[in-house]
């Protein structure tokens, strides 16, 4: 048999899933992590999930993972000694940057810059000029690049950064200084804006190629140094991939050459696992919400695929790479609910009790009241649930905490408990908006993916708010990021900028341009061991009304131009102008840049045969709960997930476990489970999807 394994680093857990690929049986396991070094917690999980599995390691040939090793190197500034070489009067590139201060008119009063990823000190100026067609307007004046190259040498630089003007309308000059950067600092990794991100504008080029060396050193450390015990405890051949910020994987190589790609790749694991199981139930169109501990995490499927944004931030850097559009607001199982003396007016979050001391319920220490308390004091967290199998909730302890809000607002514990739900349902409600309607969809046209620790527990109540039905909860909810590194596929991209409006440029310019980059971006993937006719290639095109500087990404194909021209690309985008904006101008059209991205196949996983005994959901009761929701008690019927079988119906009110997530079904709703294994919950006056 063979197996496929995929691994998902957190903060506070590493979440393994183990899919054996001839029938899509899988198990998971949870351990925690360790963040000086996060590959000891991969390959103590790998050794626990083959030992609870009883899965001989030799049978696991790929290992697909979700890391934070470079958003960690950011976050704490423990990235490399970075120099930077720019074109002669750019050295201030990074410190000006685009002159933004964030806090609005008086938001300079307060602000603090963070320091620079290649300091000043470390930045040197090539004598050297490409002109903005390419032609180059002054030679390079190599004798001088040695010298500064010398002084970074001795100052001890990690890693060299070599951005120049309008280097990626030509990359001849910066060609030739990394030349001389092998002579002079050998072993020394080199980073060419033109190779990392070839499209205009300096700043976001060269900031975007700067935290590209920044991270490489420890990432390229990182990545060899558990491929090579992948190798030594699995098998030689095994296969290690990393899952970028886009949603796609990098093979360990290219994941070590241009670690810029994986800045998010965590979020973006647990929307690869939702388009996994959402398309084989039949939903292409779906919003995903990610419930942690700290913060929900929001985004948008259309037609199978994530809406990429072509930014990428993590703290106050923000990069020119591609990233699942996934938006973040602070409401989570473990934020916090307090009642300012001033207001009396109950508040919930952004601040969250973490880990440690975690939730009062969690009987580490806690004391304040949060969401999680909250649900426990309503029942929608049973005492005979033990979160990740481990330890049991106290009611006790969550109702003392919840107490002291009800005190505070002169309202019952009750009251106090609904309340601190329902404003955290709002403040996710408001982030699911945030990428529907305020993006120009309508919620009514999309399923709900509810997922995470918590997820399932508010995402009933989320459907009712945005009316988008059925809400699904997939299987193994809480390990979903896993999932999605298990099943996603191999990705990769090529860009060019060109600037150049419609009416200016022949259609036979673009589709041979397109043409180019299809024919790069396959030979990158070639030379990642997948085959040409294996692979799938669509292309992107950036336009917007000219003099403007927003962009929208379209879908665009060099046949289809050639042979209609680039009349359809203007009406395709006045279209999703009118639909996004509500309007559409009668200005010219400017081609900014055109992008190739190919992808590998699919893997090819069996569908895990249908599981439960029979119809009766009374097979997998184990028990019942009292709930109060809206103001009134119920009793909800307690179900074991792992015996439901397809197709089986469950009325709300009902709350069913698993190992690590539980799921409530309101009372006026129902579920049922689809052949996939996804739970869909709809309002009870709903028919029952065929």
């Given at each position: 048999?063979?197996?496929r394994?995929?691994?998902d680093?957190?903060?506070?857990?590493?979440?393994?899933?183990?899919?054996?690929?001839?029938?899509?049986?899988?198990f998971?396991?949870?351990?925690?992590?360790?963040?000086?070094?996060?590959?000891?917690?991969?390959?103590?999980?790998?050794?626990?999930?083959?030992?609870?599995?009883?899965?001989?390691?030799?049978?696991?040939?790929?290992?697909?993972?979700?890391?934070?090793?470079?958003?960690?190197?950011?976050?704490?500034?423990?990235?490399?000694?970075v120099?930077?070489?720019?074109?002669?009067?750019?050295?201030?590139?990074?410190?000006?940057?685009?002159?933004?201060?964030?806090?609005?008119?008086?938001?300079?009063?307060?602000?603090?810059?963070?320091?620079l990823?290649?300091?000043?000190?470390?930045?040197?100026?090539?004598?050297?000029?490409?002109?903005?067609?390419?032609?180059?307007?002054?030679?390079?004046?190599?004798?001088?690049?040695r010298?500064?190259?010398?002084?970074?040498?001795?100052?001890?630089?990690?890693?060299l950064?070599?951005?120049?003007?309008?280097?990626?309308?030509?990359?001849?000059?910066?060609?030739?200084?990394?030349?001389?950067?092998?002579?002079?600092?050998?072993?020394?990794?080199?980073?060419?804006?033109?190779?990392?991100?070839?499209?205009?504008?300096?700043?976001?080029?060269?900031?975007?190629?700067?935290?590209?060396?920044?991270?490489?050193?420890?990432?390229?450390?990182?990545?060899?140094?558990?491929?090579?015990?992948l190798?030594?405890?699995?098998?030689?051949d095994?296969?290690?991939?990393?899952?970028?910020?886009?949603?796609?994987?990098?093979?360990?190589?290219?994941?070590?050459?241009?670690?810029?790609?994986?800045?998010?790749?965590?979020?973006?694991?647990?929307?690869?696992?939702?388009?996994?199981?959402?398309?084989?139930?039949?939903?292409?169109?779906?919003?995903t919400?990610?419930?942690?501990?700290?913060?929900?995490?929001?985004a948008?499927?259309?037609?199978?695929?994530?809406?990429?944004?072509r930014?990428?931030?993590?703290?106050?850097?923000a990069?020119?790479?591609?990233?699942?559009?996934v938006?973040?607001?602070?409401?989570?199982?473990?934020?916090?609910?307090?009642?300012?003396?001033?207001?009396?007016?109950?508040?919930?979050?952004?601040e969250?009790?973490?880990?440690?001391?975690?939730?009062?319920?969690?009987?580490?220490?806690g004391?304040?009241?949060?969401?999680?308390?909250a649900?426990?004091?309503?029942?929608?967290?049973?005492?005979?649930?033990?979160?990740g199998?481990?330890?049991?909730?106290?009611?006790?302890?969550?109702?003392?905490?919840?107490?002291k809000?009800?005190?505070?607002?002169?309202?019952?514990?009750?009251?106090?408990?609904?309340?601190?739900?329902?404003?955290?349902?709002?403040?996710?409600?408001?982030?699911?908006?945030?990428?529907?309607?305020?993006?120009?969809?309508?919620?009514?046209?999309?399923?709900?993916c509810?997922?995470?620790?918590?997820?399932?527990?508010?995402?009933?109540?989320?459907g009712?708010?945005?009316?988008?039905?059925p809400?699904i909860?997939?299987?193994?909810?809480?390990v979903?990021?896993?999932?999605?590194?298990?099943?996603?596929?191999?990705?990769?991209?090529?860009?060019?900028?060109?600037?150049r409006?419609?009416?200016?440029?022949?259609?036979e310019?673009?589709?041979?341009?397109?043409?180019?980059?299809?024919?790069a971006?396959?030979?990158?993937?070639?030379?990642?061991?997948?085959?040409?006719?294996?692979?799938?290639?669509?292309?992107?095109?950036?336009?917007?009304?000219?003099?403007?500087?927003?962009?929208?990404?379209?879908?665009?194909?060099?046949?289809?131009?050639?042979?209609?021209?680039?009349?359809?690309?203007a009406?395709a985008?006045?279209?999703?102008?009118?639909?996004?904006?509500?309007?559409?101008?009668?200005?010219?059209?400017?081609?900014?840049?055109?992008?190739?991205?190919?992808?590998a196949?699919?893997?090819?996983?069996?569908?895990?045969?249908?599981?439960?005994?029979?119809?009766?959901?009374?097979?997998?009761?184990?028990?019942a709960?009292?709930?109060?929701?809206?103001?009134?008690?119920?009793?909800?019927?307690?179900?074991?997930?792992?015996?439901?079988?397809?197709?089986?119906?469950?009325?709300?009110?009902?709350?069913?476990?698993?190992?690590?997530?539980?799921?409530?079904?309101?009372?006026?709703?129902?579920?049922?489970?689809?052949?996939?294994?996804?739970?869909?919950?709809?309002?009870?006056?709903?028919?029952?999807?065929?």
């Amino acid at each position: 048999m063979s197996y496929r394994l995929g691994v998902d680093v957190g903060g506070t857990f590493t979440d393994l899933l183990l899919m054996d690929e001839s029938n899509g049986e899988s198990f998971i396991a949870k351990v925690p992590s360790t963040p000086s070094d996060p590959s000891v917690a991969v390959l103590d999980g790998i050794d626990r999930i083959c030992r609870s599995s009883g899965v001989d390691p030799s049978g696991i040939h790929s290992v697909m993972h979700g890391t934070t090793v470079a958003t960690n190197a950011i976050l704490t500034r423990r990235g490399a000694r970075v120099g930077l070489v720019t074109t002669r009067g750019y050295k201030q590139v990074l410190h000006i940057a685009r002159s933004f201060v964030p806090g609005g008119l008086g938001g300079w009063v307060v602000f603090n810059k963070g320091e620079l990823l290649a300091p000043l000190e470390l930045t040197i100026e090539a004598d050297e000029r490409i002109g903005a067609r390419g032609e180059v307007v002054r030679e390079l004046d190599e004798d001088g690049v040695r010298s500064g190259l010398r002084m970074l040498r001795e100052a001890g630089v990690e890693a060299l950064t070599i951005c120049l003007v309008n280097a990626y309308r030509n990359a001849a000059h910066e060609q030739r200084i990394a030349r001389v950067a092998a002579e002079i600092m050998p072993g020394v990794p080199v980073s060419l804006s033109s190779e990392v991100v070839p499209e205009m504008q300096e700043y976001e080029r060269a900031e975007t190629t700067v935290v590209n060396s920044y991270v490489r050193p420890q990432v390229a450390h990182y990545v060899q140094h558990l491929q090579e015990e992948l190798q030594r405890r699995l098998r030689p051949d095994v296969r290690l991939a990393i899952l970028r910020s886009d949603g796609g994987l990098a093979t360990s190589q290219s994941a070590a050459q241009a670690p810029v790609n994986m800045l998010l790749s965590g979020p973006a694991g647990g929307v690869a696992g939702a388009i996994w199981f959402c398309s084989r139930g039949g939903f292409p169109k779906v919003l995903t919400c990610d419930v942690g501990g700290t913060s929900t995490d929001v985004a948008l499927i259309d037609d199978g695929h994530a809406r990429v944004r072509r930014e990428t931030r993590v703290g106050d850097i923000a990069v020119r790479a591609p990233s699942v559009d996934v938006r973040t607001v602070g409401a989570g199982g473990g934020s916090i609910a307090f009642v300012p003396e001033l207001t009396r007016a109950l508040r919930v979050g952004p601040e969250s009790a973490g880990a440690v001391p975690g939730p009062a319920a969690y009987g580490h220490g806690g004391a304040q009241a949060t969401v999680t308390d909250a649900n426990v004091v309503l029942g929608y967290l049973p005492a005979t649930q033990k979160l990740g199998g481990d330890f049991q909730m106290r009611h006790d302890l969550a109702a003392a905490a919840v107490q002291k809000i009800a005190d505070a607002m002169g309202v019952s514990l009750l009251e106090a408990a609904e309340g601190i739900v329902r404003i955290a349902n709002e403040h996710m409600y408001g982030a699911l908006r945030l990428i529907s309607v305020e993006q120009g969809y309508d919620p009514r046209d999309f399923a709900l993916c509810a997922f995470g620790g918590a997820g399932p527990l508010h995402g009933n109540a989320l459907g009712i708010l945005m009316n988008a039905w059925p809400v699904i909860v997939p299987p193994g909810p809480g390990v979903l990021c896993a999932y999605g590194d298990a099943t996603t596929r191999i990705k990769d991209e090529a860009s060019r900028s060109l600037v150049r409006r419609l009416s200016e440029i022949t259609a036979e310019e673009v589709a041979d341009a397109l043409e180019q980059l299809g024919d790069a971006v396959r030979a990158s993937l070639a030379g990642q061991d997948i085959a040409l006719d294996q692979q799938q290639v669509n292309w992107q095109a950036d336009v917007r009304y000219q003099g403007q500087a927003l962009l929208l990404t379209l879908e665009i194909d060099p046949a289809h131009v050639r042979a209609h021209g680039l009349g359809g690309l203007a009406m395709a985008f006045d279209a999703e102008h009118e639909r996004q904006f509500t309007f559409s101008l009668s200005e010219a059209h400017e081609l900014v840049g055109l992008r190739a991205i190919a992808r590998a196949p699919r893997p090819s996983i069996a569908d895990k045969a249908a599981e439960g005994s029979g119809l009766d959901p009374q097979a997998a009761v184990i028990g019942a709960q009292a709930i109060h929701y809206a103001g009134r008690n119920h009793e909800a019927t307690i179900y074991d997930r792992a015996g439901l079988a397809p197709k089986r119906r469950l009325d709300g009110p009902a709350i069913v476990f698993e190992l690590d997530s539980t799921t409530l079904i309101l009372p006026g709703h129902h579920a049922i489970v689809d052949e996939v294994g996804n739970l869909l919950i709809r309002p009870g006056t709903q028919e029952i999807a065929a």
